[in-house]
Every structure is written in C-alpha cells, then in structure tokens.
C-alpha cells in the first residue's frame, strides 16, 4: 500500500466559495455537504442549509446589486439541543463550505455596554480581523453565540442584570442593524498580527454595519422541555405523553417550543423576535455515536490516527470495538464529546508504551475497549507475538470495509464527480484516510488536483506536438500513484513517462496519419508492445 503521509500536493480548498458574489449554492447542495459529515439531524440540517442558503442568495441578488426598493430581513437563527450534537461543528462547517469570516463566542463572558466584562461590539470587531481586514467580506460574515441560553434571566436579581437582561439589550441593534467602529490600538509592534492592517488604516475611521451580518445563537436549554410540556397539558395535548408510552421512547419536546416557552424561560420578547427561525437538535442515539465513529471525516478517530501517526503506529478499528465504544459513550449523556473522552480513556496508555516497545501497528477491538490494562499488559509482555498482527489485519479488513460502504453510499461522490473511482483510487482514498489522517472529502480533493494535472498534461503535449493523446484510466492510475508516492510533480513524471514514447507517436502522426492516440499502461510498462499494438489498431 502507498505511503502518503508527507505527499506534497498544492491543496485545494474546500471553500469553493470565497465570495459572496460567487455564492452559488442551493439548499439541498449544502445539505449533502452537511451530509458528509454530520449523522442524523435530518430535520436541523433542512432547515438551516435552507435559511443560510437563502440569506447568502439574497445579498448576491438584491444587496450587492444595490436594489434600493428591497428591504432586507435577517433570518437570525436560534438553535436548540443537548451538548454535544454538532451544533457549533455544523456553523463552522457551513462558513467553511461558503468562505465566508466565521466568529463565535459565548454569550455568557459579556456584559451590557458600560459595565466590567466583554462588550458586545469586540465580537462584531473580531469580523474584521477574521476577514483579513476586507470591510466588505466583514459586512457579510457570520457570528455564532454559544451558551445563549445562560443569560436568560432567572427573574430573581436585584438591581441591573447586567450580565443576563443586560446582554440582551445590549444584542437588540448588533442582531438587527448597528454601526460597529473599528478600534485600532495608538502603538503596534512588529511582531503583532494584522500589523500590516493596523499601519494602512490608522488614520481612516472604519466602520462595520451589521445590516448583513447573519447571528447564530445556540444553547442546551436546559429546564426548557419542563415549560413546554407544561404549556403543552395546559393546551390539553396530553394525547403527547399517551404516544410516548405507546412508543416507548421518550419524545423530544423541545421539537414543540414556541416564542412564549423561551419568554416563559427567561427572555425579553424584543430579544426573541431578532430569532425567527428556531432550530431544534436530536439527542443522539447509541447508533448514531457507532455511525459517528465510522464515518471517514469523524474528526475524533482521525485525531487519534495522528496522534499515533507521529509515532510510526497505524491504527485500525473492528466493528465491535467502535460498537463498544459508542455503548459507553452513550451512557456518559454528554452527546459526541463522549466519544472523545471514551477514546482517549482506552488509547492514552498504549499512545504512551507502545511508541518505545517497537509496535508499527495497532488493531483496537471489543476486549481491548473493555479491559484496556489487560490487553496492553498482554503486548508488553509478548510484543513479538505474531497474534498482534493477525488482530491489526483482521481489523484493517473491516476498516477498509467500513471506508468503501462509506463511500459506495455517498452518491455526491459520483454524481458531481469529474473522474471515474477505479479501484486503485479507491485504493489510494483509503490510503490518505489510514496512513495519512486526511478525511475523506479532502483526499477527494487532492485526488482531484492530481487527476486534473494529468488532464492538463494532455493539452500541453496536444499544444506542443499536434498531436492528441488520451491518458486511459489504468495509465492515469499509474501517473496518479507515482506522483503521490513519490512527492513529484505530475508534469516532470508525464515528461520522463512521454520521453520513451515521444518519437514513436509522432511517427504514427506524420507516417500513418495517427492523429488521436490513447496511452494505456502498457506504454509505461512496455513502450515496443504498446507500439506495435497501436499499429495493429
């Protein structure tokens, strides 16, 4: 198998969309991309690639094109859920995807405008930095607000609640429209980021208007479901609770929160309104953890890999082993977070023994997962044992199994793709993933750029020789391998693959009026065989 831990690839961003003027995406495209990387939430990832997609369209259509007879509305989103379901994960995704300047903070390290603590408006200034100092791309950026729920107000407080009513007062004009001036500090060293922006604009008052800005405010909201259901008997919908039985499973209430509940719950109306669009998270299942941890752009298990990686140490997991460690999980009611927790619980004492015992490979199954002291005994004590290898094996199977079910069920991977997946880039996707670290969608895309320089080669040699040549998949495949194990570029490969060919093909050009000629293998391997096969063509 390749090795393409250090490939030295010009990496292609996955933020296809670094402007607002080339925003182009729909709905049901952003939500396949959500897809890719997020289990479960079907109902949160509709709503919110629908709303985002939306707002982004409308700038590019009517604000950038100065429509003055268009009054724009924000459709500021609030979302709801337990810890740890991917909320914020999701928003970063999506500004990443779209290219647009991403802050976040939380809501509860501010205070209202005059008093101690963080002002409101730094959020907004973080825009500008984050934008690299492009007023412009600022105007457009998106600020999500973590622990939201946290400054609601409990109803008990004596005096200014400054840290509770206060924020939200405070967040009335930012969340519509205000005017956030831009504070440059009167001495900046060299050393400091952003120095250069600091020295262009001193002297220039700048200003960011949050008109466009699109607010994300989330929190867990806890004691929020005791209000709904209490609503919700009061309405005399109590038939909710006879299906709940029924089902034997426990309803997500939050799933029917209305704007009087959040009100009820420690809100000022005015505040409630800047959020017309409520968004509700599922708990996760102990199915969707397993499916979390075998989905091949999981951060949590790509992290482990590299921390074994930097040791020379591949992992692998069984089916039973990632089962093992989502039924733990589960129990621990701290949503994915548990599975990091779970993880490193298990793997920190072989991370820490196994990188001076010579071990190059790890297999991590259902016994280690339960008795994780035991089994480590068990390879230090015999770590030549030929059993440690056959259980890395039996787990690289299944790895290997898990990646390609993965990626047979992801149509995006064939209906948008420019290149047909053989079976040795399937070969080397998988590579990337194992040896590499790379999530899935990021080696498709180094894929892609390798795949594309190949395709490029051939107008390059149909300039120079007039003479057309089409690389064939299992040519293209070879091409494609070398340049990844080798770290070169794929032009100098194609120049020394085509030096052997060169004179024969425009023999066949100027001789036998050859004009379009297809390049197997078989001319790498064997240029004399290929030669006088294209003859008997």
């Known amino acids: 198998m390749i090795k393409t831990s250090k490939v030295k690839i010009e990496k292609l961003s996955s933020e296809r969309f670094s402007s607002v003027y080339q925003f182009d995406l729909?709905?049901?495209?952003l939500e396949s991309f959500l897809d890719e990387y997020i289990v479960g939430q079907r109902e949160a990832k509709a709503i919110i690639s629908t709303k985002i997609c939306t707002h982004f369209q409308k700038i590019k259509h009517y604000v950038l094109k100065r429509n003055e007879d268009f009054d724009f509305v924000k459709n500021n989103l609030l979302i709801i859920g337990p810890t740890g379901v991917g909320k914020t994960y999701m928003m970063k995704l999506i500004a990443r995807k779209i290219g647009v300047p991403f802050v976040k903070g939380d809501a509860t390290k501010f205070s209202e405008t005059g008093y101690v603590g963080g002002d409101i408006e730094d959020l907004i200034r973080e825009l500008y930095w984050e934008a690299g100092g492009d007023l412009e791309k600022a105007h457009y950026g998106m600020v999500f607000l973590d622990e939201i729920d946290k400054i609601a107000s409990t109803g008990e407080t004596i005096g200014p609640d400054v840290s509770r009513t206060g924020v939200q007062r405070a967040l009335l004009k930012p969340l519509e429209e205000t005017m956030v001036e831009i504070k440059f500090p009167p001495e900046v060293g060299p050393g400091v980021e952003h120095k250069d922006i600091f020295d262009r604009n001193r002297k220039r008052k700048i200003v960011l208007n949050t008109k466009h800005v699109l607010f994300v405010a989330s929190g867990a909201f806890q004691g929020l479901e005791d209000i709904i259901k209490k609503r919700l008997k009061k309405q005399k919908m109590g038939f909710l609770?006879?299906?709940?039985e029924k089902l034997d499973q426990k309803l997500n209430y939050l799933k029917f929160v209305s704007p009087e509940d959040l009100v009820v719950y420690g809100f000022e109306r005015e505040f409630v309104g800047r959020f017309p669009v409520i968004v509700v998270f599922d708990p996760l299942s102990e199915e969707e953890f397993f499916e979390i941890l075998a989905n091949p752009n999981n951060p949590m298990v790509l992290n482990k890999r590299k921390d074994f990686n930097v040791y020379g140490i591949t992992l692998a997991f069984s089916n039973r082993a990632l089962r093992e460690i989502a039924k733990v999980s589960a129990k621990e009611n701290t949503g994915a977070r548990a599975l990091v927790m779970v993880l490193e619980r298990v793997l920190t004492p072989y991370e820490r023994l196994l990188p001076s015992k010579g071990f190059t490979h790890l297999g991590v199954t259902e016994e280690m997962v339960k008795d994780p002291e035991g089994v480590l005994q068990a390879m230090l004590n015999s770590p030549k044992n030929d059993r440690w290898k056959e259980i890395f094996r039996a787990c690289l199977l299944e790895e290997e199994e898990r990646f390609k079910c993965y990626l047979?069920?992801?149509?995006?991977?064939?209906?948008?793709?420019?290149?047909?997946?053989?079976?040795?880039?399937?070969?080397?996707?998988?590579?990337?993933?194992?040896?590499?670290?790379?999530e899935l969608t990021k080696g498709w895309e180094k894929l892609g750029y390798v795949w594309q320089q190949v395709k490029n080669y051939e107008k390059f040699f149909e300039n120079r020789y007039n003479l057309k040549i089409c690389f064939s998949d299992d040519a293209i495949d070879f091409i494609m391998e070398r340049a990844i194990k080798k770290e070169t570029g794929v032009f100098s490969i194609c120049e020394k693959l085509m030096s052997h060919l060169k004179d024969e093909l425009i023999y066949l050009k100027d001789f036998w009026d050859i004009k379009d000629i297809t390049i197997t293998s078989l001319a790498f391997k064997n240029p004399e065989r290929f030669y006088k096969q294209t003859l008997k063509n």
């Open 241 to 244: 609770s006879e299906i709940e």
């Open 408 to 438: 047979n069920s992801k149509g995006i991977f064939k209906s948008e793709s420019f290149f047909d997946l053989t079976p040795k880039r399937v070969e080397m996707l998988f590579d990337f993933y194992l040896n590499g670290a790379i």
């Open 26 to 29: 729909r709905p049901l495209e």
